[in-house]
């Protein structure tokens, strides 16, 4: 029996076979979850769909823009159709345009700020708070039937690194949202805890200018002296959805090989 085997959860951001999202929906599967997918827009979703199926043809998938309500209340009345409950969730959405990830962040557009913070940040609310009737105990079950919220954030959450700008604000506010959604639902055995990985090749990570001399020096200064795999993360955050981590939440997990520890 895997750790998630009889689990049912939502991944939102696969983008594609190199995403982090996806490198989750693999190790949940591999532990014996049940999964459901969202895409926006039909650009992604022959995307989504073709890795969907290597893992489960069935598998139910939704077309979802996190900024846009209605899309967002459509997913969860199709969960609530097609299985009537949820035991997880995976946050991995997060987006800025590409000219505020350049030059200073002193120079951040209105829009730009606000645009980063809906995706990247508030979304986290509006998902949690559409999933938690989802997850919340049913009267007479036990404890273990609450659920479980993880999202996926970044070191530049916390310090300043040059040229994550906007997303590194917006990365502050989805932690700081990850505490506050855990006390307002802890009452009902949810937990949510934030998951900060390292340096991964990803393809949006290959958007910011510098990845390649970023994980460099995380590899050169980092305790372990090398880069987190996908694998680890993945791993990690099976770790967190599952009951393995049952007395955990407000948290952030750091997966960065030690990055995080080291003051030079």
């Not at 659920?147 to 997303?167: D, F, H, Q």
Request: proline content about 4%.
């Amino acid at each position: 029996m895997g750790l998630l085997t009889g689990k049912k959860g939502l991944i939102v951001g696969v983008a594609n076979k190199r995403s982090i999202a996806w490198g989750i929906a693999q190790a949940a599967a591999r532990e014996g979850a049940v999964l459901a997918y969202t895409y926006q827009g039909e650009r992604l979703k022959e995307h989504v769909a073709e890795l969907a199926k290597t893992l489960d043809p069935a598998a139910p998938l939704y077309d979802c823009d996190v900024t846009q309500d209605a899309q967002l209340d459509a997913v969860f009345q199709g969960l609530q159709a097609s299985w009537g409950s949820l035991d997880f969730l995976v946050h991995a959405v997060a987006f800025a345009k590409r000219e505020e990830l350049d030059g200073e962040f002193v120079n951040t557009s209105r829009d730009g700020y606000a645009m980063a913070h809906d995706v990247s940040s508030y979304s986290l609310t509006a998902l949690t708070r559409r999933a938690a009737p989802l997850m919340a105990v049913p009267r007479g079950l036990p404890p273990v039937a609450g659920g479980s919220i993880v999202a996926l954030t970044y070191y530049g959450a916390e310090k300043v690194i040059p040229r994550y700008n906007i997303m590194g604000v917006a990365k502050a506010a989805l932690e700081c949202s990850v505490r506050y959604l855990a006390y307002d639902l802890g009452a009902k055995n949810i937990r949510v805890n934030a998951l900060s990985s390292g340096p991964v090749q990803t393809l949006a990570a290959r958007g910011i200018s510098g990845f390649t001399d970023m994980m460099k020096h995380v590899e050169a200064r980092a305790p372990l002296r090398r880069n987190v795999t996908l694998d680890e993360v993945a791993n990690a955050a099976v770790f967190l959805l599952s009951p393995l981590s049952g007395g955990i939440t407000g948290e952030t997990l750091y997966v960065d090989c030690g990055y995080h520890i080291v003051g030079m």
